[in-house]
């Protein structure tokens, strides 16, 4: 079976709604809306581009934005976020029949919040965020860099991804990838990914 890759955002954890939240509330008092086909397209990407895409003249720096928008989202993550059942029961399948790793979008110390408020902490060898490489999503250096970890070729990994740039960079780091529609995006915004799945089964990974 081949080695496996989650995004995590999305995919493991119910977490898009809620940090869409903490970033709109964080954004308000600046005068700044973050519309629903804004938050389409930057889904995947890092929080520090995700500050650059939006209107920086009226943002506060990242540094003392990202303060606002961590601490409301932590406060929500920690009441709210839950991990996806389907992912739960895929995870408890493929563990001891083969090697599995995180690639997010997300700095470390989200990335380590989500996974331990989660339960999900610990269940993968290797656990790359998006402030460890040079380049975010949808670069492949998240996914190179999480094969590497494994050493194992990028080009034997399955990705598994629920975002238009999760795949393009999962595709562009040579894997098959396949997408799970969390009724997020568009279902035809995922069909670069070589299989598109309504919910997680083993199925998906044979």
């Known amino acids: 079976m081949r080695p496996v890759i989650f995004d995590c955002d999305g995919v493991l954890v119910d977490s898009e709604t809620l940090s869409w939240t903490a970033w709109r509330r964080a954004a308000a008092p600046h005068g700044v809306e973050i519309s629903d ?11 520090r581009d995700t500050h650059a895409a939006l209107n920086e003249e009226r ?4 540094e003392d934005f990202w303060q606002a928008v961590s601490s409301e989202m932590y406060r929500l993550f920690d009441a709210h976020l839950q991990s996806f059942e389907d ?3 895929v995870l408890d399948h493929l563990e001891g029949r083969t090697r599995l790793a995180v690639a997010s979008s997300s700095p470390r110390q989200r990335l380590d919040i989500a996974l331990e408020t989660t339960g999900l902490a610990g269940r993968f060898e ?5 402030d460890e490489v040079a380049n975010a999503k949808p670069a492949p250096d998240l996914y190179l860099a999480a094969a590497a970890g494994m050493d194992v070729p990028p ?3 399955l ?3 629920d975002s238009p740039i999760g795949i393009a960079a999962a595709r562009a780091a040579g894997m098959r990838v396949v ?3 969390r009724a997020f995006f568009p279902i035809e915004s995922l069909s670069a990914a070589d299989v598109i799945v309504p919910r997680l089964t083993l199925a998906a990974f044979q």
Do not use: N, Y
């Open 37 to 47: 086909a804004q938050i389409q397209e930057l889904t995947g990407l890092t929080e």
């Open 59 to 62: 943002l506060p720096s990242f």
């Open 87 to 89: 992912a739960v029961d």
């Open 126 to 130: 290797v656990v790359v965020a998006g």
């Open 155 to 157: 080009e034997r990994c």
């Open 159 to 161: 990705a598994v991804e």
């Open 179 to 181: 997408a799970v529609d």
